[in-house]
RNA sequence: GCCGCCGUAGCUCAGGGGUAGAGCACUCCCUUGGUAAGGGAGAGGUCCGGAGUUCAAAUCUCCGCGGCGGCACCA
């Protein structure tokens, strides 16, 4: 039998013999570093049998890959579940997979675990790394795995083996008195898996992830190759804390919210500015993009909701009020709003596309577990705009938009965007015949784009198929920020028609789109993006005109009154303190740019300048100064 | 909405059945200082809300409300 190795080479063997075995004819050190085989480039137990002439590659624990990442997640979280049994033998395991930094495994108990109880367990494996113990797997009968897991009390277990398709075999990998059905591969020992892990939280999870079902006890954990990149991962999660928006709006004085509105935000001063900035930024884009803006109701009558189909779908999460008898709903979308627009009036193809936009108040009742600082809340803007067009103007109108979305996003910084395709979800309004033809054509027109995107399988809105523009937050998590609907439905419901070249009546398609999302959200996310560090375009103050003695005092107000006719926005700071201690306390509160004056200055009409995070300060003319600030502060896009 | 944890001064947090604490911030006074905290004094609290246990509750119990982390949801 021929063994072939990556490098080419070729060994001999009489028989059969494992993966640990060919480890081990190679080298003593390459025995013990190995952790797995991959064949194929599949990912493989050490320990299998190797019985046909092959390619292997020994995979060791020193390979930077996800896979051995993978592996090794996927084993802390068996030895967690192990470690789990082992103190608390009442409690039923479920499943465990490996996941983006770490793994979780998610079990059936009636106490809930104690942040003391997550110590022991982590403790505990530790000490079941140390044991040594070894890693087999075993394949079972089908129905001898039932009766083993029924017999076991696990009832989850033995459900999880009904749902495995008749012709996978049903692999039992045990590891010391433990076992459980999984996939595999594994490591070879309890001992490969080392020590770089850790239990990091606790939190509910449903069985199946099915809101129905019972609420099973996750527990999260890292794992990493080594201590050293455990020490790395826990030091990123410390950074990330620090950017977080609501921590950073509080500190730099941005909004704030409260109890008696919750999911409401309240803009500060500071804020509201960099709002006003946004908002004014992109209002300039749409302006040149040939977007007309609009402003529509914020309370509607219910009938409008009714027709529009949101009634039936959304009536829960909608606010309503009554008065002279009727009920209104404060508007969760701008769209009903804005075919209404449309409809009044005749309107003729060439008109389209007609591309509506607002900046729509919008209020949603958000359940409460969802709420999340600015980024989810149940009031919020949406950067909204309405394209009627025809289905044969689908297609350019998308490429229009991904264009006018990633040259904006580029702006932030953001140049890797992950892109979602999302197809027709279970409960939609529209017949079949009118979502095959929304997904066909939005499925050709992105593709036309050239833009990778994944699937999202049943995601899409009650009324279109949508591509969703995800950014990510400071500790990793995606928000759905821009967005793409198309929509054959709403103009049929809402009977929005034109005139075409044929003198008929027809019907608009609709393309619901977004670029910010949501004001609030988009924010939240600039907030962590930046650390709060905007860039001077964005920042709400951007200088602060410091003395350094009062004799400076009315310099100081010359060099503020120039800035602000050049459109910089500053403050003064005057007061009786010393220059060390203003200069912390403007850092802290990252103004991007400090303007000292001091005696010295205030008789040459010079300033000092220093930015924010340079060590060291300049001076120069007042006009150099205010002109090159005034410069780099300009809007993107406005020149 | 569900599960777990948490709620003390403007902020960050300590304390814990018997008179409410610190640092920073704030106010006033001294200091006019040259690039990341000059010195002194002072003011500031429904210990989230309600009920219960107790001679006595910020502290223990229960019920709300809110926050945080997940899950579910996200037109």
């Keep these: 039998m021929n063994i072939t190795l990556p490098d080419g080479s070729v060994r001999v063997f009489d028989g059969p013999l494992s993966g640990e075995a060919l480890a081990a004819d190679i080298g003593?050190?390459?025995?013990?570093?190995?952790?797995?085989?991959?064949?194929?480039?599949?990912?493989?137990?050490?320990?299998?049998?190797?019985?046909?002439?092959?390619?292997?590659?020994?995979?060791?624990?020193?390979?930077?890959?996800?896979?051995?990442?993978?592996?090794?997640?996927?084993?802390?979280?068996?030895?967690?579940?192990?470690?789990?049994?082992?103190?608390?033998?009442?409690?039923q395991v479920t499943i465990g997979p490996a996941i983006e930094n770490g793994f979780y495994y998610d079990f059936a108990r009636d106490k809930p675990f104690t942040p003391e109880d997550l110590e022991k367990i982590e403790q505990r494996m530790h000490e079941?790394?140390?044991?040594?113990?070894?890693?087999?797997?075993?394949?079972?009968?089908?129905?001898?795995?039932?009766?083993?897991?029924?017999?076991?009390?696990?009832?989850?277990?033995?459900?999880?083996?009904?749902?495995?398709?008749?012709?996978?075999?049903?692999?039992?990998?045990?590891?010391?008195?433990?076992?459980?059905?999984?996939?595999?591969?594994?490591?070879p020992s309890t001992k490969k898996l080392g020590h770089a892990f850790k239990l990091m939280k606790l939190a509910g999870a449903y069985w199946r992830g099915d809101s129905k079902n019972e609420m099973l006890q996750r527990v999260y954990g890292t794992a990493w190759r080594n201590e050293k990149e455990l020490k790395a991962h826990l030091h990123r999660l410390e950074e990330a804390e620090r950017r977080d928006h609501r921590k950073l709006g509080k500190e730099m004085d941005l909004f704030h919210m409260q109890e008696e509105a919750v999911g409401m935000v309240f803009w500060h001063e500071q804020g509201w500015t960099l709002y006003r900035t946004l908002e004014n930024y992109i209002r300039h884009k749409l302006e040149l993009a040939d977007y007309k803006e609009v402003k529509t109701p914020q309370l509607v009558d219910r009938k409008l909701w009714e027709d529009s189909g949101h009634w039936d779908k959304f009536r829960e999460n909608m606010y309503t009020t009554e008065s002279e008898e009727r009920t209104f709903a404060l508007k969760p979308m701008n769209c009903p709003c804005h075919v209404q627009i449309f409809n009044q009036g005749i309107t003729s193809y060439r008109d389209l596309p007609l591309r509506m936009a607002e900046f729509g108040s919008c209020h949603r009742y958000e359940p409460s577990g969802a709420l999340h600082g600015i980024m989810r809340v149940r009031g919020f803007t949406q950067d909204d705009a309405h394209i009627f067009c025809t289905e044969d103007q689908i297609t350019s109108e998308t490429e229009t938009f991904c264009e006018l979305l990633l040259d904006i996003y580029k702006d932030f910084g953001f140049t890797e965007v992950k892109v979602k395709f999302s197809d027709r979800p279970e409960t939609r309004a529209g017949d079949d015949a009118i979502w095959d033809k929304a997904e066909g054509s939005l499925k050709e027109a992105v593709e036309a784009t050239g833009l990778s995107y994944t699937l999202n399988p049943g995601?899409?809105?009650?009324?279109?198929?949508?591509?969703?523009?995800?950014?990510?937050?400071?500790?990793?998590r995606d928000w759905q920020c821009g967005t793409l609907q198309v929509d054959f439905v709403l103009p049929e419901r809402l009977k929005a028609s034109y005139i075409g070249e044929d003198g008929a009546?027809?019907?608009?398609?609709?393309?619901?789109?977004?670029?910010?999302?949501?004001?609030?959200?988009?924010?939240?996310?600039?907030?962590?993006?930046y650390a709060g560090r905007f860039p001077l375009w964005l920042a709400p103050t951007q200088l602060v005109v410091a003395t350094i003695t009062d004799e400076a005092d009315e310099y100081a107000r010359e060099v503020l009154a120039k800035a602000a006719k050049l459109g910089l926005r500053g403050k003064l700071d005057l007061r009786n303190e010393k220059i060390n201690y203003k200069v912390r306390e403007h850092s802290l509160a990252k103004v991007p740019a400090l303007l000292v004056a001091g005696r010295r200055e205030s008789e040459e009409g010079t300033i000092s300048v220093r930015r924010?995070?340079?060590?060291?300060q300049k001076v120069m003319s007042l006009d150099e100064a205010l002109a090159q600030l005034a410069e780099e502060a300009a809007v993107p896009g406005s020149r």
């Excluded at 019985?51 to 990442?69: K, M, Q, W, Y």
């Design 28 to 91: 003593p050190g390459l025995a013990k570093a190995a952790i797995a085989l991959r064949i194929d480039g599949e990912m493989k137990d050490l320990k299998t049998v190797l019985d046909t002439d092959t390619t292997v590659e020994i995979v060791t624990n020193r390979e930077e890959s996800d896979d051995v990442l993978e592996l090794i997640r996927h084993d802390a979280a068996h030895v967690m579940a192990e470690a789990v049994k082992e103190l608390y033998p009442e409690t």
């Design 505 to 529: 009546k027809h019907r608009p398609v609709m393309l619901h789109r977004a670029i910010f999302g949501s004001m609030e959200r988009f924010i939240g996310i600039l907030i962590e993006e």
């Design 459 to 476: 995601e899409g809105a009650f009324y279109g198929p949508k591509l969703e523009f995800v950014l990510t937050d400071a500790i990793g």
């Design 612 to 616: 924010l995070g340079d060590k060291h």
């Design 128 to 187: 079941i790394v140390d044991r040594d113990e070894s890693i087999d797997r075993e394949e079972w009968d089908r129905d001898e795995a039932v009766k083993f897991f029924e017999g076991q009390g696990e009832k989850y277990k033995a459900e999880i083996i009904g749902s495995i398709p008749a012709d996978q075999p049903i692999g039992i990998y045990r590891q010391g008195e433990f076992q459980d059905l999984c996939r595999g591969p594994h490591l």
